[in-house]
């Protein structure tokens, strides 16, 4: 059975940083692309970022030059470095497995969903 556990998420305040986790279980997702979105309270899921094995990562206008994605292959795990965090950064952040069905920026294209951890930065 495919599991993705994220982890990592808590209530910071505005500027402060946090590293977010994501364990797949199951299986080896190596080959395959990870992302990482956000779903804040009334609104859609939205795409944060997207990390190939190796250095290719893309990411959300909103996030570009403050989030890091990366992969440890080993470990079968991705990761999101988040810095200089904002209030409007506040969400549930979901890893998830992308099956190359579409655009990377959407949720249908990817596959294997983790249970989501909790971000909230106060102002």
């Known amino acids: 059975q495919v599991q993705l556990v994220e982890s990592g998420g808590g209530l910071v305040q505005a500027g402060d940083s946090l590293r977010l986790s994501c364990a797949a279980s199951?299986?080896?997702?190596?080959?395959?692309?990870m992302g990482w979105f956000r779903q804040a309270p009334g609104k859609e899921r939205e795409f944060v970022a997207i990390?190939?094995?190796?250095?290719?990562?893309y990411y959300a206008d909103s996030v570009e030059g403050r989030f890091t994605i990366s992969r440890d292959n080993a470990k079968n795990t991705v990761s999101l470095q988040m810095n200089s965090l904002k209030p409007e950064d506040t969400a549930v952040y979901y890893c998830?497995?992308?099956?190359?069905?579409?655009?990377?920026?959407?949720?249908?294209?990817?596959?294997?969903w983790g249970q989501g951890t909790q971000v909230t930065v106060s102002s």
């Open positions: 998830a497995v992308y099956i190359g069905s579409g655009s990377y920026y959407y949720t249908g294209a990817y596959d294997y």
């Open positions: 199951g299986r080896t997702f190596s080959s395959y692309p």
């Open positions: 990390g190939w094995s190796g250095s290719s990562a």
